[in-house]
């Protein structure tokens, strides 16, 4: 079935007799049994619930995997993906994370005996280079948060296949509609569904998909006993969001092409980082792996000054974390989502006071750079 029928539709299974055209949300904790060694298929809300199913298999599809579990976040689906490993391992990531990850790594996982090498994964060699007996995990995310480097998934996957390794991709900036990851030979693919899966700011969510049968009973072994599931209406909303992925994708591209573009254009502009443009190192690697180049867009102005200034008087664009979404919104990585990160691995990665991120919208292109023109002008 074609991708945009399947985002509509979600898979097949219906749970309802009345003919509901959405699918119903079940809220309810518990359900009842027939009769002593008899059941409906259902136990218990964190086990499993008719909607969030409906939403695991719409999105194990939409990935082309074997199965796909919803959690209550992103970091909780990661949190949960980290359980695989034990005391001793070693797991290998893209220096460029996204900041949840970087901590939960560092803080929490760290703690438990896990250790981490951070390496650019746009370069093999380094990947390669990096690989200890023990260790067990290569995760990557392409393109970067916030820098917008790309990574060749079929070589970095045949790199952790010779090895033993698991690969892992976070798949949030792209979703399955541009970047399949799992046809690229990964093992395992993250979302935050909070993203652009849910598309409208308004619900947390989170996705592990994988394809090998002991990867998913183990994964959702941990799913059942740890908890982080995603609650019967939030599910629903993502089955919402799902529906008009394609639709919103398509136009929040189209505008990030053209913002992207006009921002090249403009004096106090110093550096715009966005795969879409010609200019990108990583623009032809893009067009083969990928049927898309996304609406992130991280752009370095003149100095701090105009930073602030930007921040400050956009209008329609929204200063805020996040991205993804139907709202345009413009984030400072620096204060926002990579504050935590050591000032001096920050600044090497171009991470300092000029950068600024942009999650382009659906809103008119027009208006979204008069918004900017207005933001950049000098008194
Ligand atoms: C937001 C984000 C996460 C974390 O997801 P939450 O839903 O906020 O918990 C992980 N990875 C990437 C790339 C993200 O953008």
């Known amino acids: ?46 086990v499993q619930n008719p909607t969030r199913e409906h939403l695991e298999k719409t999105v194990a599809k939409l990935e082309q ?12 689906a990661i949190a949960a993906m980290m359980e695989l490993f034990s005391p001793g391992d070693h797991v290998i990531c893209s220096d460029d994370l996204y900041g949840g990850s970087h901590r939960l790594f560092h803080h929490i996982n760290a703690k438990n005996g896990i250790s981490f090498t951070l390496v650019n994964t746009s370069f093999s060699e380094k990947v390669k280079a990096a690989i200890r007996p023990e260790t067990k995990a290569i995760l990557v995310e392409t393109p970067t948060n916030p820098m917008m480097q790309v990574t060749d998934l079929r070589k970095i996957a045949d790199l952790a296949h010779a090895n033993g390794l698991l690969l892992a991709v976070d798949n949030t900036f792209l979703t399955p509609y541009l970047q399949k990851p799992l046809t690229l030979g990964a093992d395992l693919v993250i979302h935050s569904g909070t993203k652009y899966l849910g598309g409208h700011n308004d ?19 941990i799913y059942k006993n740890t908890g982080g599931c995603l609650s019967p209406f ?24 053209k913002i992207a573009l006009w921002l ?7 550096k715009v980082f966005y795969p879409g443009l010609p200019d990108h190192p990583d623009y032809e690697l893009s067009r083969k792996q990928t049927s898309g180049f996304g609406s992130m867009i991280s752009f370095e102005v003149d100095n701090h000054r105009t930073a602030e200034q930007i921040l400050n008087r956009v209008e329609l664009i929204q200063f805020a974390e996040s991205l993804g979404g139907v709202e345009s919104l413009v984030t400072y990585p620096m204060l926002q989502t990579h504050a935590e990160i050591p000032v001096k691995e920050r600044e090497e990665k171009g991470i300092n006071e000029r950068l600024l991120r942009l999650s382009v919208g659906v809103e008119n292109a027009e208006d979204l750079i008069a918004d900017l023109t207005n933001a950049l002008q000098t008194d």
């Not at 079935?1 to 518990?30: E, K, W």
């Not at 995997?65 to 209550?72: C, D, N, P, Q, R």
């Not at 619900?203 to 072994?221: K, M, Q, S, Y």
């Open 1 to 46: 079935m074609d991708f945009n029928t399947l985002c509509v539709h979600g898979c097949s299974d219906r749970y309802d007799i009345t003919g509901a055209v959405s699918v119903p949300i079940f809220q309810t904790a518990t359900f009842a049994h027939p009769g002593v060694g008899q059941s409906t298929g259902y136990d218990y809300s964190r």
């Open 65 to 76: 995997g074997k199965e796909a579990l919803a959690f209550s976040s992103g970091m909780a």
């Open 203 to 221: 619900a947390l969510a989170g996705f592990l998909v994988a394809n090998d049968p002991e990867i998913c009973d183990r994964l959702r072994f």
């Open 234 to 257: 939030d599910s629903w909303l993502l089955i919402r969001g799902i529906k008009t992925l394609p639709l919103r994708m398509d136009r929040q591209q189209e505008n990030a092409q």
């Open 264 to 270: 090249t254009q403009q004096k106090k502009i110093a």
